[in-house]
C-alpha cells in the first residue's frame, strides 16, 4: 500500500492483505469492536473469530484506491477480491473503511459498502 495512513491502520491493511492474523490482531485495541456490514463484533475474541472466518478463511485481500482523514477518523476506500460469496454485488466491489484510532491501536473499525452521493445533496 502507497498511501500513507497511521501505523495500525497500515498493519491492519498489509497483514490481512498476507493472510496473518495475528499480525492484523495486533493492530487492535484489547476492546475495539468491528462493524462489517451491519453485523457487530466487539472484543479481540469476537474480532479474531471474523477475521478468521471471512477475512483470512475466504482469503479476502483489499487494494486502497483512496485514503483521507477528517477529525481523526481514517477513511480507506478499497476494491476488495477474495473467495466470498459475490452474489448480488458489483464487480468492482469497493468498501469503505472507517478507522477511528486509540493511541497506537484501531479501537472501532466500521466497513460499508457506500452508494454514491446523490445529486440532489450536491446542489
Known amino acids: 500500500m502507497e498511501v500513507k495512513v497511521p501505523a495500525a491502520v497500515r498493519t491492519y491493511i498489509n497483514a490481512s492483505n ?18 462489517d456490514t451491519r453485523r457487530e463484533f466487539s472484543g479481540i475474541v469476537a474480532i479474531r473469530a471474523w477475521l478468521d472466518r471471512e477475512i483470512i478463511g475466504d482469503k479476502v485481500t483489499m487494494n486502497a484506491t483512496s485514503t483521507r482523514t477528517h477529525h481523526g477518523l481514517v477513511t480507506v476506500d478499497a476494491v476488495m477480491h477474495g473467495n466470498y460469496d459475490r452474489t448480488g454485488l458489483p464487480d468492482p466491489l469497493v ?12 479501537a472501532q473499525l466500521i466497513i460499508v459498502h457506500n452508494q454514491p452521493t446523490p445529486n440532489w445533496a450536491n446542489a
Open 18 to 35: 498476507a493472510f496473518d492474523a495475528d499480525a492484523a490482531m495486533a493492530a487492535f485495541a484489547d476492546d475495539a469492536v468491528v462493524n
Open 95 to 106: 468498501l469503505t473503511f472507517y478507522f477511528a484510532l486509540a493511541g497506537d491501536h484501531i
